[in-house]
T-cell receptor, first 112, second 113 residues
């Protein structure tokens, strides 16, 4: 049963620290998405890759967030410096040139 | 108007009841629609895809009304395990060719014994 994996599952850090979240998409999927979910905002799209190329990162605060796909099996989302308002659950999802997306278990980030 | 709107609920129903949620969308060009289920503190999981007028899978039926721009999810004979938040999803306005999705804020269902 193929699944998207994400690490770490939980992260607690202090304001100003760098946070790196990793995602391994399902093998054979060519689209990768990063979402952020909070109680107030629901699910927000942060970044979107297709065949490792970034197609849309308009939902991401550019000054502190960055997303990359160094290879087809790894996507990263980095926050530097982190702020308390970044506290949320960050989901990675992957797909295969179809609208359906399959989500990883998420990284629960707390910035104090 | 929001791209995707849902009644947040909660819908509290007894076991065995039939319950329906509606979702309205603003992009009249959308061709596909989805329902995801999200359990508390878990990731969203694809429940149903709707590419034509509707789709049925066991106790779950999704229907599309293009004229009124809404989709519905009907759950028959509800079980305790159906308790979750149901997210309505449509392709986003600016990304029709890129397959990015816009998620509604979800409708919470609580099935009670």
């Amino acid at each position: 049963d193929a699944r998207v994996t994400q690490t770490p599952r939980h992260k607690v850090t202090e304001m100003g620290q760098e946070v790196t979240m990793r995602c391994q998409p399902i093998l054979g999927h060519n689209t990768v998405f990063w979402y952020r979910q909070t109680m107030m905002q629901g699910l927000e799209l942060l970044a979107y890759f297709r065949n490792r190329a970034p197609l849309d990162d308009s939902g991401m605060p550019k000054d502190r967030f960055s997303a990359e796909m160094p290879d087809a099996t790894l996507a990263t989302l980095k926050i530097q410096p982190s702020e308390p308002r970044d506290s949320a659950v960050y989901f990675c999802a992957s797909g295969r040139d179809r609208p359906e997306q399959y989500f990883g278990p998420g990284t629960r980030l707390t910035v104090t | 108007r929001k791209e995707v709107e849902q009644d947040p609920g909660p819908f509290n129903v007894p076991e065995g009841a039939t319950v329906a949620f509606n979702c309205t969308y603003s992009n009249s060009a959308s061709q596909s629609f989805f329902w995801y289920r999200q359990d508390c503190r878990k990731e969203p999981k694809l429940l149903m895809s709707v590419y034509s007028s509707g789709n049925e899978d066991g106790r779950f039926t999704a229907q599309l009304n293009r004229a009124s721009q809404y989709i519905s999810l009907l759950i028959r004979d509800s079980k305790l395990s159906d308790s979750a938040t149901y997210l309505c999803v449509v392709p986003s306005l600016m990304d029709m060719g890129r397959r990015a999705l816009t998620f509604g804020s979800g409708t919470r269902l609580q099935v009670q014994p």
